[in-house]
């Protein structure tokens, strides 16, 4: 089970938000690179990056932070990205940047055939990212609700040839209320692709809870304010979700 810091960009900062609300953010740094040197440092495998001002912009934002942090890790680890990603020409530059994998979210869903050409430019390296509530998708940074159920369009993309899914839960994003384990893995049970699990990360519970439908097709899961406050010892919950793994 892969652990994954996330570090969300708003105005070159590192931030939180609350159910994707841009009002309710809660800064947790103001250097980008020095927060991905503390994940580095805790052990992490894999960092994620949202460009929250991408995602509301449509286009990058925050791209400065993004090389920033590039630049600290230097290739140590694999470095997913995400918001404001709506051309092929965007990924292609992220990707010489030295992202590793680029995340389409809101693309996706309302142009399939984009997706669909950076599946085919970029094999490899694209991961759809499925925003939900109530099984719905929502897209537009979280402000607009589909009437897509969330496992249709996940089995539609999958035969594009994406890499993975990232499947946030939006009404439990940021709120420390527990990952929605029953819907990611409907959802990683109904795909061939590996699930990633997202929104509501509160405590070791939760890795321990996930590790356990790993065999499922979960591979991973998106850390945020959890590791941010406090409430989650990300090295201590690696090294626990190692430990489940072996056993």
């Given at each position: 089970?892969?652990?994954?810091?996330?570090?969300?960009?708003?105005?070159?900062h590192c931030v939180r938000?609350?159910?994707?609300?841009?009002?309710?953010?809660?800064?947790?740094?103001?250097?980008?690179?020095?927060?991905?040197?503390?994940?580095?440092?805790?052990?992490?495998?894999?960092?994620?990056?949202?460009?929250?001002?991408?995602?509301?912009?449509?286009?990058?934002?925050?791209?400065?932070?993004?090389?920033?942090?590039?630049?600290?890790?230097?290739?140590?680890?694999?470095?997913?990205?995400?918001?404001?990603?709506?051309?092929?020409?965007?990924?292609?530059?992220?990707?010489?940047?030295?992202?590793?994998?680029?995340?389409?979210?809101?693309?996706?869903?309302?142009?399939?055939?984009?997706?669909?050409?950076?599946?085919?430019?970029?094999?490899?390296?694209?991961?759809?990212?499925?925003?939900?509530?109530?099984?719905?998708?929502?897209?537009?940074?979280?402000?607009?609700?589909?009437?897509?159920?969330?496992v249709d369009l996940a089995?539609?993309?999958?035969?594009?040839?994406?890499?993975?899914?990232?499947?946030?839960?939006?009404?439990?994003?940021?709120?420390?209320?527990?990952?929605?384990?029953?819907?990611?893995?409907?959802?990683?049970?109904?795909?061939?692709?590996?699930?990633?699990?997202?929104?509501?990360?509160?405590?070791?519970?939760?890795?321990?809870?996930?590790?356990?439908?790993?065999?499922?097709?979960?591979?991973?899961?998106?850390?945020?304010?959890?590791?941010?406050?406090?409430?989650?010892?990300?090295?201590?919950?690696?090294?626990?979700?190692?430990?489940?793994?072996?056993?």
């Amino acid at each position: 089970m892969l652990l994954i810091p996330a570090i969300d960009l708003k105005d070159g900062h590192c931030v939180r938000l609350e159910q994707g609300d841009m009002q309710a953010a809660t800064t947790f740094g103001t250097d980008p690179a020095a927060m991905a040197r503390r994940w580095l440092d805790a052990g992490a495998r894999r960092l994620h990056l949202v460009d929250l001002n991408g995602a509301f912009a449509g286009k990058p934002v925050n791209e400065g932070a993004v090389k920033s942090i590039l630049r600290e890790v230097a290739g140590a680890i694999p470095v997913q990205l995400g918001g404001g990603i709506r051309d092929l020409d965007t990924i292609e530059r992220y990707l010489d940047d030295g992202i590793s994998t680029v995340i389409i979210g809101t693309a996706a869903v309302k142009n399939p055939g984009f997706l669909k050409d950076a599946c085919t430019a970029f094999g490899g390296h694209i991961i759809v990212g499925l925003d939900a509530k109530d099984g719905k998708v929502a897209t537009d940074g979280w402000s607009k609700l589909t009437g897509h159920e969330v496992v249709d369009l996940a089995r539609k993309f999958e035969d594009y040839g994406i890499e993975g899914v990232i499947y946030t839960d939006i009404g439990r994003d940021g709120m420390l209320t527990g990952i929605n384990i029953d819907a990611t893995v409907k959802l990683a049970q109904a795909l061939n692709v590996p699930v990633i699990a997202s929104g509501g990360l509160s405590d070791l519970t939760d890795i321990e809870r996930l590790c356990a439908v790993q065999g499922e097709g979960v591979a991973g899961v998106i850390c945020g304010r959890s590791i941010y406050t406090g409430a989650l010892d990300f090295r201590a919950a690696q090294r626990r979700a190692d430990e489940l793994v072996e056993a």
